[in-house]
């Protein structure tokens, strides 16, 4: 018998006994918890309820509030009715607790419902201490099946452990023994195994190998092909794909990973020249493409790996030398070095669509809070006094910010899948201002900001999407208003320059940090020590959006002095 079917015969034996054993502890388990569960989700919530109950009539003052809670709860008990007579007892209490809303003062009606009370605790007590004793029967008969079944697991096992590893490792031990003294140089090892099973056909291979290893040590090629192996085998083991050309494009090597995922064949590509084998393949000429582009700002290639769409960052690694007997240095061909960056894009992706699905199932519950709030507003529901309009006026910020934080989520997903959709026209940027004035005109009021804001005549209308455009700066003169002191001035202005419209916001707040500015519009990125609200996503959006309209946006700052930003946009 061949050792394969050795093996596979004592694991499928194994593997069987195994299986068994967890089959009968899943099930036993299940059993052992279904019992619990009966407790659980049946006789104890009842005793939950009638306990509160119990808590509620024994007041000695049972007041309005005290009734509805018990009303209550007794609906709860009412579809919580599982055991024989519950009903009834639950009915009688029912029947109690009417008469007792008629007449709440009378102590024979309270007196009543606590004998209900009781009855119920008592006939689900009953029900848990028997359902309790079938759980310990369970659960000792789980322990004498589940004792028997993995005693008689373990016998296999041994059995198997004493025997099995020898029968293997011995002759596995020899062969390494010998492996190391071919390691040393030493050809003159043999191995010997008796039988007619793969060990003695692996002593007889190696004894051959062995022979010819001798034979061809003592020549220089041996040197030579040692080297080139040792090469070939580092870059097959490489987990990134690598191909390697010569100077006039010829492919020097391939490794494995090359080969999976452009589907080629090493025997049909070594020695070929690259043009040739990118008439067929794809990867090859886009790998080619980039190349004689020289592209460089986006160097990331999608390809199907894996059973799946991978991606893939290209690097382009120059090889060159200096001749013996010259200075300058040759180029004598390069490789290409594909870097699977999939797990990270993965991430990305995952980030991104939770971010969004979280936004957008956000806007629905805050739009519903909003539209509560304008109710209570409205007198026509109830007046409020002074402190509940100061409440409702403080969650209604609050549901703003939230709002906002929202939109500013699913603007920021929409830019990272590439799902922005822009509606480019002629617009006019002082209706953009003044809208996006008017949007914080009622910040700028709690704080005493005067936003000065004087518009030329005449300006030209300019290419954009007038509701994302006004999306920008209003956010640019909210983050102003909220960085600036109380009192203060914000100036807003637009001119033309160099066949654009140029819009500026600036305020005498604290300003930023000279270090910062290069990541002021880095998503997520807050300048460190602010206590401003925010998430650090306006600057980031806003950039996105201005450069989707072909646009530019740029800041100036210092510290104690201020910000201004300033944004472009072409006249249409």
């Known amino acids: 018998m061949k050792i394969k079917t050795k093996l596979t015969l004592a694991v499928g034996v194994l593997f069987?006994?195994?299986?068994?054993?967890?089959a009968l502890a899943i099930r036993q388990v299940y059993l052992l918890s279904q019992d619990t569960k009966n407790i659980l989700e049946a006789n104890y919530i009842s005793l939950d309820y009638t306990r509160n109950?119990?808590?509620?009539?024994?007041?000695?003052?049972?007041?309005?509030?005290?009734l509805i809670e018990f009303e209550k709860l007794l609906a709860k008990q009412n579809t919580n009715i599982t055991e024989i007579g519950e009903k009834e007892l639950t009915q009688d209490l029912q029947a109690h607790f009417v008469k007792l809303r008629s007449q709440s003062d009378s102590p024979v009606f309270i007196s009543n419902i606590r004998k209900d009370l009781n009855d119920i605790m008592k006939l689900n007590m009953d029900a848990i201490l028997r359902k309790s004793d079938t759980a310990g029967q369970t659960a000792d008969n789980s322990i004498l099946w589940i004792s028997i079944t993995s005693a008689f697991c373990f016998i296999i096992g041994f059995t198997l452990l004493i025997n099995l590893p020898g029968y293997i490792a011995n002759p596995i031990k020899n062969l390494t023994d010998s492996i190391r003294q071919i390691a040393s140089k030493n050809y003159s090892q043999r191995l010997y195994f008796k039988g007619h099973d793969e060990f003695s056909s692996l002593a007889r291979s190696f004894n051959t190998m062995a022979e010819k290893l001798q034979e061809y040590s003592d020549s220089n090629l041996a040197k030579l092909m040692m080297e080139k192996k040792r090469i070939e085998t580092l870059i097959n083991n490489l987990f990134d794909p690598v191909l390697g050309l010569d100077e006039k494009n010829i492919i020097l090597f391939i490794n494995e990973q090359a080969l999976k995922i452009s589907g080629l064949k090493r025997e049909n590509v070594i020695g070929k020249q690259a043009e040739e084998i990118a008439v067929t393949n794809d990867l090859i000429r886009s790998l080619l493409q980039k190349m004689a582009t020289n592209e460089s700002k986006d160097n990331s290639l999608k390809i199907y790996a894996d059973n799946k769409e991978s991606y893939f960052e290209k690097q382009l690694v120059p090889i060159s030398i200096i001749p013996t007997g010259e200075e300058n240095q040759k180029e004598i061909?390069?490789?290409?070095?594909?870097?699977?960056?999939?797990?990270?894009?993965?991430?990305?992706?995952?980030?991104t669509n939770f971010i969004a699905t979280v936004s957008h199932e956000f806007k629905t519950p805050i739009a519903s809070m909003k539209m509560s709030l304008q109710l209570l507003n409205n007198e026509q529901t109830g007046k409020l006094n002074e402190e509940q309009k100061s409440l409702v006026e403080s969650i209604k910020e609050d549901t703003d910010r939230l709002l906002r934080t929202t939109g500013e989520l699913l603007n920021i997903s929409q830019v990272e899948t590439g799902n922005t959709k822009l509606k480019i026209e002629a617009v006019d940027v002082k209706s953009i201002v003044n809208s996006a004035i008017d949007n914080n005109k009622k910040l700028a009021e709690q704080k005493s900001i005067i936003i000065n804001f004087e518009p030329l005549e005449n300006l030209p209308l300019v290419s954009a999407d007038k509701e994302k455009a006004t999306w920008i700066v209003s956010n640019l003169i909210s983050n102003a208003i909220r960085y600036s002191y109380d009192n203060t001035t914000i100036d807003v202005n637009v001119l033309e320059m160099d066949n654009k419209l140029i819009i500026s916001v600036k305020d005498g707040g604290i300003g930023i940090d000279p270090k910062y500015l290069p990541r002021i519009f880095d998503k997520y990125f807050r300048v460190p020590g602010t206590e401003k609200e925010g998430t650090g996503l306006g600057l980031a959006i806003s950039k996105e959006f201005i450069e989707a309209m072909g646009g530019r946006i740029d800041v100036k700052s210092e510290l104690g002095e201020g910000s201004e930003f300033i944004i472009s946009l072409i006249i249409s």
């Open 333 to 351: 061909g390069s490789f290409i070095i594909l870097r699977n960056i999939t797990p990270y894009k993965e991430l990305d992706f995952a980030k």
């Open 53 to 66: 109950m119990h808590k509620l009539i024994d007041k000695s003052v049972i007041a309005d509030e005290d």
């Open 16 to 22: 069987f006994f195994i299986a068994l054993l967890s």
